[in-house]
Every structure is written in structure tokens, then in C-alpha cells.
């Protein structure tokens, strides 16, 4: 099962940008399907964008497509997440999710606000 550390959140005005990381460790990271989730206060969580490991387009969320970039660094077995031109309704806990066939994990999540 894959473990999964997220960093890179904080605190930023609106307009400006972020850059989260999430690092994964364990086996057979080449079989998961990555992805970035986030929950705002009072919502549930919702999906934002997501890679396959071996390679794939991403896909990403209505909400984000044209801010947001998911890639993957393979040196460093890391997830990242460009965010760009971030607004209040960006403000939410962001996790980094895996899954595959067998085993699912989400990180500890990392804080994002945006102030106007």
C-alpha cells in the first residue's frame, strides 16, 4: 500500500499561486491512479484533478481547468499540483488520494486559503 505525505499549502491573495507536492512511498506506484481531492469548510469533498502514474492526460474539475496543472515527478516519486490564479472558493483542505485495483490512501491533507 502506497503512503502519502502532502506539503505546499498556506496562505496567498487572491490572483496569486500555489504549489502543492504530495511524496509517495510503497510499492507498485507505477499501478496507481493519482489524484488531488479537496474539502472547504461546511462541503464535502470534491474531486480537482487526477494522472495515472505510468502516464495518461489528466483530467481535471470544470472548477480548475486552465489554473490548475497536476504532474507527476518521477525522480522524486512526487505528485505535484500548480495552482494558478487562485481565488476565495479555492480556499479548502487539499489530499492527495491513490488508488489501483486493490488498496485505495489519502494523505493528511494540506490547508489552503486564498483571501480577496
Known amino acids: 500500500q502506497v503512503q502519502l505525505v502532502e506539503s505546499g499549502g498556506g496562505l496567498v491573495q487572491a490572483g496569486g499561486s500555489l504549489r502543492l507536492s504530495c511524496a509517495a512511498s510503497g510499492r507498485a506506484l507505477a499501478s496507481y491512479k493519482m489524484a488531488w481531492y479537496r474539502q472547504a469548510p461546511g462541503k464535502d469533498r470534491e474531486f480537482v484533478a487526477s494522472?495515472?502514474?505510468?502516464?495518461?492526460?489528466?483530467y481535471y474539475t470544470d472548477s480548475v481547468k486552465g489554473r490548475f496543472t497536476i504532474s507527476r515527478d518521477n525522480a522524486k516519486n512526487a505528485v505535484n499540483l500548480q495552482m494558478n490564479s487562485l481565488t476565495p472558493e479555492d480556499t479548502a483542505i487539499y489530499f492527495c488520494?491513490?488508488?489501483?485495483?486493490?488498496?485505495?490512501?489519502w494523505g493528511q491533507g494540506t490547508q489552503v486559503t486564498v483571501s480577496s
Open positions: 488520494h491513490a488508488t489501483n485495483t486493490f488498496f485505495t490512501s
Open positions: 494522472v495515472m502514474w505510468a502516464g495518461s492526460s489528466p
